[in-house]
């Protein structure tokens, strides 16, 4: 529901030792009742099943189903009597439970009375986790800011330029060598007059001005022409990768073997079928190009305001929430951490441990907001309707070469389509919360929204 980044909790996970177990249940959401079933009951139940497992038992020196009842019962009677149990005291506690309109959350603890057994009945005590009762959201009390921004001409030129960067071809070019051109070199790097590993390349390519190099290094490449050579001091970083180099100053030579000047295609008809306008119309390109970036900034600005309102929405109702729920989320966060360090190429198995505790503030406040969320969905009838699905689909569709397949494609599948109605459910809830909160515009730049990172 909103969104983070999963980056410090990774980092601790890969430092962290595993803490100790914590308790399994919230003490004000856990609820006890005593409750007693008959050992007729169990003995009717375990000799049911007996008579059914006579008919498949297979005992050598008998046909199946013509197996004596005393021997099935001297096999499996120990057995059938702990399932019968079972199933009699999991069907008793649910029925206390609905009687006493309990709300559980998860499987209940479930033990024995010691001393209160009869020959008649035997005792339980269930424990377990229920449901909050969650607090009436104040919300004339809310404030909350809405995202905006306007799509101006500067930012179209800026996009289109952007995309000419990413089609730019270099030619060769006879003159000295600058921020943007293509340079192909030859180096070498000596640490007290010895080469070092990684410091002696051939034919060497980079784009001045892009840092893929150490910025002294580049610096030095500046102004040569081709076949021109310089040797020049490189300091390493204090903070530098190798730690063979950080913090020392190694030598280098560099040969420039050739220089190309970048070439940007024109702003034409070419260009233009390049990026999909199958006619050629330049005019048309910016309008498609305008009206892509307009969509996107409407979602990016959309999905700020989002978190901006579940922000404030969580902030708002405090309230215990069932560590049942809580310990299932920890479990989702921390398969979603293996996966995002193995996608770091971090090898990482599924035994790997990763402490709970950095967990747990993350998943606590996931599990209130969606209690919260599905409690003001229930109390004002926010339920994705198969219209706003349909619409919701249909956007995001028109981003497609096909919209109709497309559409067919997400409807027919139920798991994409309920993720469609769960995102739909939270934009109705944020509508909601928007109506009734104190709402403060904020005009958010359009770099901002395109590179959140930067």
């Known amino acids: 529901m909103t969104t983070e980044t999963n980056n410090e909790i990774i980092e601790q996970a890969v430092q962290t030792e595993a803490p100790a177990a ?9 609820r006890t009742f005593d409750f007693t079933v008959g050992t007729a009951q169990v003995d009717a139940a375990a000799d049911k099943r007996l008579k059914q497992m006579a008919k498949t038992v297979k005992v050598a020196g008998f046909r199946p189903g013509h197996v004596p009842m005393a021997r099935v019962k001297q096999m499996y009677g120990q057995q059938a009597k702990w399932e019968a149990l079972n199933d009699q005291v999991g069907e008793e506690f649910a029925k206390q439970a609905v009687e006493q309109k309990f709300q559980i959350v998860g499987a209940p603890n479930i033990e024995p009375i010691d001393g209160q057994d009869s020959e008649t009945q035997l005792a339980f005590r269930a424990t377990f ?5 969650v607090p009436e959201v104040k919300l004339a009390d809310l404030e909350i800011e809405q995202a905006q921004c306007t799509v101006t001409e500067a930012d179209v030129t800026r996009t289109i330029d952007v995309l000419r960067q ?7 070019a006879d003159k000295a060598a600058e921020n943007g051109d293509q340079v192909t070199v030859d180096f070498l790097g000596k640490l007290d007059d010895v080469a070092f590993d990684g410091g002696t390349a051939k034919d060497y390519v980079l784009v001045l001005g892009q840092g893929r190099m150490l910025p002294e290094f580049e610096t030095a490449i500046l102004g040569l022409k081709a076949t021109e050579t310089r040797t020049f001091d490189l300091p390493f970083p204090d903070e530098y990768h190798s730690k063979d180099l950080a913090g020392k100053t190694a030598q ?5 073997n050739a220089v190309a000047a970048p070439q940007l295609p024109e702003l034409n008809a070419e ?17 498609d190009i305008k009206l892509n970036l307009e969509r996107e900034i ?13 922000d404030a929405l969580v902030k708002s109702a405090q309230f215990d929430v069932p560590t049942t729920m809580v310990n299932e989320d920890i479990v989702h966060l921390q398969a979603n951490a293996r996966e995002d360090l193995r996608a770091r190429g971090i090898p990482v198995d599924d035994k790997m441990v990763l402490p709970a505790d950095i967990f747990t503030d993350r998943a606590t406040r996931r599990v209130r907001l969606g209690l ?5 969905v229930k109390k004002n009838e926010l339920h994705a309707t198969p219209e706003q699905v349909q619409a919701h689909v249909e956007s995001i569709a028109a981003a497609y070469e096909d919209p109709q397949g497309f559409i067919k494609w997400y409807m027919t599948d139920k798991e994409r389509k309920a993720q469609i109605e769960a995102i739909t459910m939270e934009d109705n809830v944020v509508a909601w919360a928007l109506k009734g909160a104190k709402v403060s515009s904020k005009e958010v730049a359009f770099e901002e929204l395109m590179n959140p990172q930067q």
């Open 22 to 30: 914590k308790p399994t249940m919230t003490e004000s959401l856990t």
């Open 271 to 287: 260009f233009a079928k390049s990026l999909g306008v199958k006619d050629g119309d330049v005019e048309k390109m910016q309008a």
């Open 129 to 133: 986790e229920v449901y909050p009762e």
């Open 252 to 256: 280098f030579t560099v040969t420039v």
């Open 372 to 376: 919260l969320i599905a409690d003001i």
């Open 298 to 310: 409407a979602n990016r600005a959309k999905g700020i305001t989002k978190n901006n309102v579940m």
């Open 166 to 172: 990413q089609r730019v071809q270099y030619v060769a």
